[in-house]
Every structure is written in structure tokens, then in C-alpha cells.
């Protein structure tokens, strides 16, 4: 069956790296783009973007522009986010997606936690 | 960017019952290829969205026809009749139609 399985929660401080993984499985991980959505503590979903998963094209929605990288490790049919130089309003809950006409299958969610 | 504007903001329904939510669009969900992009999740707390409508109307694979969703344009619902306990939850719209993709801002489901 499809899967999408991220990586365990962080714990960074404001200005530390983090990188979130998303490995999909039951599926050819290629054949679907893989977007990705913030969740706020207690607050609503954000699109942050995606990345073409054949041609490892990331695309970024406005707010997630320069901080935050979307990359593949393909032979792993995996998909990451990476966010660099963390900041308290980065505390969230971070899903992937899978692309396709239903957008049913996402991850568990990682939660990262930015605090001093 | 599109905004969709979920009413209400919570809803109070007994066991039984029937729960009405509606998502309004600042401008039409039909794409250009005829299709409507427009989806309904709910999101049980501590999980991830589980999707329960596509494309307006399309229930997803094991969803019960308890739900159903409607409308067209600018203007959606999602009707869940018998409300069960398992309903609770916050309930999203998600138009996909135009970029950047957009949430509605949620309809939080508590049961009476």
C-alpha cells in the first residue's frame, strides 16, 4: 500500500539547520510530485510548495522563499526539507503530500520545535 | 491569492445528527481544463489530514456515504449526516485550482 513515512520529531535552537525527510513507498516514487504543507502550533495548513520528483525541480510558494529547500534522494524514494537558519516561528508541524488527482496520501507529520 | 472562507468556525452536533459546512472561494475553482479542484479533509487531533472529498463530490476509497460534497464555482459543502463520535475533528477545504495552493482556515466539529 502507499506509505509516506517522515522522519522524527527536532528540537533545534533559532538559528540551527534542520532537514525533514519523506520516504514514500508501495509506489514509483518519480511518477508523482511531493508538495509540502506547515501546520502552526494549533493554527491551519500552509502550502509551502513542491518539487517535481522526475526532474528534482523544486517550485516554493512566496513565504518559503530562501530558507527552505525542498531535494530528492531518488534511488531512496525519498524527499526532504531542509530549513536553515531557524527562527521561533518555524515551530510546526511539517507534512508532505503526494501529488495526484485524489492529494489523499501524506506523512505522519515531523514536528520541529525551535526554542533557546 | 485565492481565499477560501470557511463558515463555521465550529460546530456543536449531537450523535445523529447532521453537520453542514460551507467553503466559499474569492473567485471561481473551475480550471481550465473543466475540472474543479477544490477538496474537503478532516484532521482527527494528533494526525495527519485524512482526505474525505475530492473534487467537490468524489468520496475517497472507504469513506462513508455519510459525506457528501456539493456545489460549484465559487460555493461548496460538505454535509456529514448520522454524526459519530469518530466525526470529530477540524474539517479543511483545499483548492488546488490555482497557485499558490489554499487552505481554508477550518470548521472545528465537537460532538454534543
Known amino acids: 500500500q502507499i506509505q509516506l513515512v517522515q522522519s522524527g520529531p527536532e528540537l533545534k535552537k533559532p538559528g540551527e539547520s534542520v532537514k525533514i525527510s519523506c520516504k514514500a513507498s508501495g509506489y514509483t516514487f518519480t511518477d508523482y510530485a511531493m508538495h509540502w504543507v506547515k501546520q502552526a502550533p494549533g493554527k491551519g495548513l500552509k502550502w509551502m510548495g513542491w518539487?517535481?520528483?522526475?526532474?528534482?525541480?523544486?517550485t516554493y510558494a512566496d513565504d518559503f522563499k530562501g530558507r527552505f529547500v525542498f531535494s530528492l534522494e531518488a534511488s531512496a524514494s525519498t524527499a526532504n526539507l531542509q530549513i536553515s537558519n531557524l527562527k521561533n516561528e518555524d515551530t510546526a508541524t511539517y507534512f508532505c503530500?503526494?501529488?495526484?488527482?485524489?492529494?489523499?496520501?501524506w506523512g505522519q507529520g515531523t514536528l520541529v520545535t525551535v526554542s533557546s | 491569492d485565492v481565499v477560501l472562507t470557511q463558515t463555521p468556525v465550529s460546530l456543536l452536533i449531537s450523535l445523529g445528527g447532521q453537520a453542514s459546512i460551507s467553503c466559499r472561494s474569492s473567485?471561481?475553482?473551475?480550471?481550465?481544463?473543466?475540472?474543479?479542484?477544490l477538496h474537503w479533509y478532516l484532521q482527527k487531533p494528533g494526525q495527519s489530514p485524512q482526505l474525505l472529498i475530492y473534487?467537490?463530490?468524489n468520496r475517497f476509497s472507504g469513506i462513508p456515504d455519510r459525506f457528501s460534497g456539493s456545489g460549484s464555482g465559487t460555493d461548496f459543502t460538505l454535509k456529514i449526516s448520522r454524526v459519530e463520535p469518530e466525526d470529530l475533528g477540524v474539517y479543511y477545504c483545499l483548492q488546488r485550482t490555482h497557485n499558490p495552493l489554499t487552505f481554508g482556515s477550518g470548521t472545528k466539529l465537537e460532538i454534543k
Open positions: 503530500a503526494r501529488e495526484d488527482s485524489s492529494w489523499a496520501y
Open positions: 473567485q471561481s475553482l473551475v480550471h481550465s481544463n473543466g475540472n474543479t479542484y
Open positions: 518539487i517535481n520528483t522526475y526532474t528534482g525541480k523544486p
Open positions: 473534487q467537490v463530490s
